[in-house]
RNA sequence: GCGGGCGUGGCGGAAUUGGUAGACGCGCGGGAUUCAAAAUCCCGUUCUGGUAACAGAGUGAGAGUUCGAUUCUCUCCGCCCGCACCA
């Protein structure tokens, strides 16, 4: 018998699938669809483990549902743009592009060897002045629909790569790739006014049940909702008219105020600066300190007093205004009024610089004259006191009256804040798309026309000198301004390339219409029904897209507020650690078990000590090559492996004998196939009139089988898919029949198609082939998910646990319905449980029809 | 500090609404086949005692509810993830 030759096998179904345009997505919109979207790869040169998980995934949704009967949508393209691709040109001296495109491409093989049901007719990459073109026409729409503006804000930037850095670029307070210590700076940037929706946002997610709620969980925190209220504090120097504005969520313990605090990057504390060398120095210190996280954590609550007197806004006590490095400009107003007994930081502030604490929320039952404030302030509900017309209150109550009497006396106003801000999009960068903007100097920020559309990236760039190839390319830069003709300069900014990642999903139902969207495509095609990626974009990347579909269905683009309607996460590829006597690192390729059970390395033979299962990288060389995999063992194997064990939102861990264990399954069911090809009835044949009882028994198990796979499927319970196929894999195997009893045969007939249907979407090679095998001539990929038999999934014998006080005694074989009296009295019989039951009373009797009887004694 | 999650054999993990804990796979042990090996097939495999039938213990620890708890409630321990001076 030759042996499964998954090479040939597998190459040969890729083919034979794409010739047929097997997985190009129908435009019939009678149909029922179904998009299934895998989040799309940065093309980085290879693809790696997380990328055959998640494609995986995703393939197997994609098929299950094609052979449920919908019209599937499933595409693929590339996150082309980004820092990379300019990296590399740094230090290989290639094009951006050229790398970008090179990567495409192996990575695309690679992604087909893995036998994907992927729509590659739809292929789509972010750096294409095809795709890009779109979204400087959106952002222009956006910037109409006031969706998109222009401010100076405080940036991250390093000094010596001369860039600005994102927030998760700068480690410890330095550049990742410099290591220059960062600097804040201000700078004119482009943002999306994504907080004008903070409350949109948020509703909505109440309304993605298909998401997992560690998601929603982690958005709603994102976005953070706080309720409170603006009070108004009147200075009492004559020099400064408008009042402070300070945002509060505690306006009840307004009577317990001892200072106000302003942000050191407040307009009021700058203004001040100008004047005084002692405030400007404090507020330099302060910006220093900005950036890193540890510098903010152990940082002392320091402030400076400015000098700058408010009155109380219910006594004419006069309160003194700090500026506190505790205080963040983008939060609220950037201004606070402090009240020490109620507020950790507060109070430390307050003990730091002398200032009063008045407690005037005391617990339940406690007398106030007796209550002090020590090392902790006093955060929890209670009663107020020392608090005029809110005394006796507890804090709801006081907060809604000191609410009324605010706005009464036009002091305030209640208010609700949110964390989340709007979106820096601004980069200076070249490999990302150009903003489509001319700054002329007389008639200041101006769009480019739609027909100059796109702005294309120069080709001729100099990456020898830090900084923005953009910025240098005077040929590039200059332009005349399209309104007045006068000479003028491009934007050479580029956007964050989550602007790409935004819409792609939406260009994706119409990948090249001369709109961003076709209309009628995409509201056939969205919301995508099942996204799957990593957890690590439970924020940005589904934040952006949330925001980017408002932005275009106000815009006019289109008519659909959520773009995911389903979402999962799925978990990351674990390895074991290897290190060696060194201390080096060993790669996984390189270890060997010998003779005696030790652990060594393969090419030197000295001993390895195995550490930690962790996640698959390359500074702890831990990786396995999927591509490798694929070669050794077959795309179907790797599936398989990837697709038993672990529950798929869970890490797995990668190891040498589960792939070896899949790939003995794989060859299994092939030989299983081929045993007993020539003895099997033809195919499409009707059933037996009659079946015997072992006949019976293993229908049983295919129909259970069906019913039990399809269920998991739906659930994305994989790894239990994959125990049940194991099962009525042993049952096929276990099912003896004589070589020329056709009859028997219809039975392993039925079973044998049923394994290979259901198989079909996790190792489809495999089942394709073994499906020819079986005399079919409709492909298999072209054929119906089966239907269980619901009455042969039921059982008629059943076994019943007989208990005793609670505790396992006996099981009894019985036919299913059988009622309480009849079980109890076979129930006794049982040796077991009469010896234990000996001549004790029976108390009570616990009966579940069809699963147990308990003797309570 | 705040928010969320997870603790089950040697390992990954199963276990509908509370109802036979350990499915399935890996590993390990034994056997068959073979001159031998690989591959394959069969049997066993939670722990303790016992040749066995069987008995006792057992789902991080402790308590509670219940005839019955991996599942529900409370307290504690450990690990993981997210956010973090957010007023």
Known sequence: MSRYNFREIESEWQGIWNDRGSFVASEDFKQSKYYVLEMFPYPSGRIHMG?????????????????????????????????PAENAAMEKKVHPAEWTY?????????????????????????????????????????????????????????????????????????????????????????????????????????????????????????????????????????????????FTTRPDTIFGASFCALAPDHPISEQLSNTNSDLKAFIEECRKLGTSEEAI?????????????????????????????????????????????????????????????????????????????????????????????????????AKKTIIQKLIGSENGESTINYRLRDWLISRQRYWGCPIPIIHCNNCGIVQVPRDDLPVTLPTDIDFTAPGNPLERHLEWKSVPCPSCEQPAERDTDTFDTFMDSSWYFARFCSPSSSNPVDAKQ??????????????????????????????MLKSGHINIKEPFQGLFTQGMVNHATYKDVNGDWVEP????????????????????????????????KNTVDPTDVIESYGADTARWFILSDSPPDRDMEWTNSGVQGAFRFINRVARLVSDCQSSLPKPNLPPNEK??????????????????????????????????????????????????????????????????????????????????????????????????????????????????????????????????????????????VSSTISDRPIKKVV????KLVNFVV
Not at 212 to 222: D, L, S, T
Not at 593 to 610: L, M, N, P, Q
């Open 522 to 551: 995409a509201e056939y095609w969205l919301p995508v029904d099942q996204y799957i990626g990593g957890i690590e974009h439970a924020i940005l990347h589904l934040l952006y897209s949330r925001f980017f579909m408002r932005a």
């Open 847 to 850: 009966f579940v029809k069809d």
């Open 51 to 83: 990328h055959l998980r998640c494609y995986t995934l995703g393939d197997v949704v994609a098929r299950y549902k094609r052979a449920q009967g919908y019209n599937v949508l499933h595409p693929m393209g590339w996150d082309a743009f980004g820092l």
């Open 297 to 397: 954590q152990t940082a002392e609550k320091k402030g400076i007093d400015t000098g700058l007197r408010v009155y109380h806004p219910f006594s004419d006590e006069e309160l003194p205004v700090y500026i506190a490095n505790f205080v963040l400009m983008g939060y609220g107003t950037g201004a606070i009024f402090g009240c020490p007994a109620h507020d950790q930081r507060d109070l430390e502030f307050a003990r730091a610089y002398g200032l009063p604490v008045r407690p005037v929320v005391v617990p339940q039952n406690t007398n106030p004259k007796e209550f002090c404030i020590q090392e902790e302030a006093f955060v929890e509900d209670g009663i107020l006191a020392n608090s005029e017309f809110l005394n006796g209150l507890n804090v709801p109550e």
């Open 691 to 832: 079946f015997s009882e072992e006949e019976n028994k293993l229908r049983q198990i295919t129909h259970k089988t069906i019913a039990g796979v399809t269920e998991d499927y739906e659930r994305f319970h994989f790894n239990r898919s994959v125990a049940r196929l194991y099962e009525l894999t042993n049952a096929i195997s276990a099912y003896e029949i004589e070589e020329s009893d056709v009859k028997h045969s219809w039975v392993k007939r039925e079973a044998l198609e049923t394994l290979i249907l259901l198989l079909n979407p996790m190792t489809p090679h495999l089942a394709e082939e073994m499906w020819k095998q079986l005399g079919h001539k409709v492909l298999l990929v072209d054929t119906r998910w089966p239907t269980a038999d619901r009455s042969l999934a039921i059982d008629d014998v059943i076994t019943i646990a007989i208990q005793v006080n609670g505790k396992l005694r006996g099981k009894l074989d019985i036919k299913a319905g059988t009622k309480e009296i009849k079980v109890q009295e076979a129930a006794r019989d049982v040796t077991n």
């Open 102 to 246: 090179d990567n495409i491409s192996t990575m695309r093989v690679q992604l087909q060897a893995m036998g994907l049901s992927i729509d590659w007719k739809r292929e789509i990459a972010t750096c294409d002045p095809e795709y890009y073109q779109h979204e400087q026409a959106m952002f222009l729409d956006f910037m109409d629909h006031d969706l998109v503006y222009r401010k100076k804000g405080w940036v991250n930037w390093d000094p010596v790569d001369q860039t600005v850095l994102a927030n998760e670029q700068v480690i410890d307070g330095k550049g990742w790739r410099s290591g220059a210590v960062i600097e804040r700076r201000q700078l004119s940037q482009w943002f999306c006014r994504i907080t004008n929706f903070s409350h949109e946002l948020l509703l909505s997610l109440e309304d993605l049940q298909r998401w997992p709620n560690k998601v929603r969980i982690m958005q709603e925190n994102w976005i953070g909702l706080s309720e409170g209220a603006y009070i108004d504090f009147k200075f009492s120097n004559d020099k400064l008219k408008s009042p402070l504005r300070v």
């Open 589 to 620: 390729q390189n270890i060997l078990v010998d003779e005696g059970g030790k652990v060594v390395r393969a090419d030197t033979g000295s001993s390895v000590e195995v550490g930690r299962v962790e996640k698959m990288s390359k500074s702890k």
